[in-house]
């Protein structure tokens, strides 16, 4: 099986550094400085203080490691992707890189893929720390198997917004700048327009009726919050209730915001991990549009053409 060059330069590269090494011990030092933490102000702190212990909290220490780990994965694609392209054009050897056999497609791919790898590689290496939770029991393999395949999805959901921006901007400055915008409108973005419209809906229907009459009513979005199933952070939010709980936190939460159907609310993790790879391939799609050196040229000739 032939491997990706960019590929392989890239991993080859990326290991042999010291800033690897610097980003593995800062990850899992993070992440077990906060899962230490809440594993001793859960079981330490509650039998010398309440002079019992409640193992059923061992399910909130998984729920704050994994919701540390996820927002450590958000935190860190985008410095790792952002930089990719407009790194290779700031050194100026992204036309030589063009002029290579491969096609923009092939080195999106390698720039991605080589990104997703270390991401992956913390992922596993992270592995002990989360374990905490199996020394009393209350998650299973499987849910830990689902955590890592949304760490994955994750990553490369950012991934390829952090290469389309990329490969949009010329200085990596603004490319790691509008990607940490990006994801900002993701998480929070998504959050502020929903209320908006759903504070709006709700005055308008205010308005229609004699104050004497009008009985307020859950807010309700309409359709517009199914914009939150770009939003990472609620997929995350899904996947955790679901592992911890019956749900029903998560179901409550969207229902502050308006009413869907059961079966969306009950396959919530499944539908947005879909629309998030379909965006995926898009962005990825678009990123090879922009680096192909042909289109540019065919461009320079249609302008040449109209003179």
Request: with cysteine; aromatic share 14%; hydrophobic share 50%.
């Amino acid at each position: 099986m032939k491997i990706n060059p960019v590929y392989k330069k890239e991993l080859k590269i990326g290991v042999r550094t010291i800033k690897t090494a610097l980003i593995i011990l800062g990850y899992n030092g993070l992440l077990a400085l906060f899962g230490l933490f809440a594993f001793y102000a859960t079981f330490q702190y509650g039998s010398r203080y309440g002079g019992t212990i409640n193992y059923a909290k061992v399910l909130e220490l998984y729920a704050i490691i994994a919701a540390v780990e996820f927002g450590l994965v958000l935190f860190t694609v985008p410095a790792l992707t952002a930089g990719s392209i407009s790194g290779e054009r700031e050194k100026q050897t992204l036309d030589i890189l063009l002029t290579s056999k491969l096609t923009p497609l092939q080195i999106i791919f390698g720039k991605l893929a080589s990104s997703i790898s270390i991401m992956i590689l913390l992922a596993f290496s992270s592995l002990p720390i989360i374990s905490l939770v199996f020394s009393i029991g209350g998650v299973t393999f499987f849910d830990l198997l689902k955590f890592m395949v949304l760490i994955i999805i994750t990553a490369i959901y950012i991934g390829s917004i952090g290469i389309f921006f990329s490969c949009l901007f010329k200085k990596t400055t603004a490319a790691t700048v509008s990607t940490y915008g990006a994801l900002l409108f993701l998480v929070l973005g998504t959050f502020f327009i929903l209320a908006a419209i759903a504070i709006l809906k709700d005055m308008k229907a205010a308005a229609l009726v004699t104050e004497s009459d009008y009985i307020r009513q859950s807010r309700d979005a309409g359709y517009w919050i199914l914009i939150l199933l770009i939003n990472p952070a609620i997929t995350c939010f899904s996947m955790i209730e679901d592992q911890i709980g019956t749900g029903s936190r998560f179901v409550s939460f969207l229902r502050e915001f308006g009413v869907t159907s059961n079966w969306i609310e009950n396959n919530w993790f499944l539908i947005s991990a879909a629309i998030q790879g379909i965006l995926s391939i898009i962005f990825i799609y678009f990123s090879s549009r922009l680096l192909n050196p042909l289109k540019e040229g065919r461009n320079r000739f249609k302008r040449n053409d109209k003179k």
